[in-house]
């Protein structure tokens, strides 16, 4: 399974050369707004027909990235440096290297996040059961 089939799972559209800003918004449950936000941030680079935004194959599956990395708390800094590694040409390899890495240290950032949650439930569940027993 290639770096872009693992991180976003989509499986291409054989049956589209192109796509639309309405076809992504409502593939992808975005707003156009957010299309265009990410397309001025230059995170993708839809071409254009007339006045219209005409989206690619390449930008439908960095679209994927965008809303998966954002989904598990990555900048969009650490978004474009994954998804513009894919056109380095060395196979994908410093883009597979990295978004493992990013995504070990995001699952440790998370596990000390939670365990910080688990610490501060305790003490609440602690602190309300003192609170009952001085009020009987």
Known sequence: MSVAAAFDSIPPREDRTHFTITDLSAEF???PRA???YEDE???A???RGTSRIYSHRDRARLAWI???KRVGFSL???REMIDLYDIGDGRNTQRAVTVARCRARIDALE???RDIDAAIAE???FVSLLDQARD
């Open 112 to 114: 000390a996040q939670k």
């Open 124 to 126: 609440l569940d602690q």
């Open 42 to 44: 230059g995170l993708i």
């Open 77 to 79: 800094g650490e978004i």
């Open 67 to 69: 809303l998966r990395g």
């Open 29 to 31: 449950d975005v707003t």
């Open 46 to 48: 839809p071409g254009r």
């Open 35 to 37: 299309l265009r936000f």
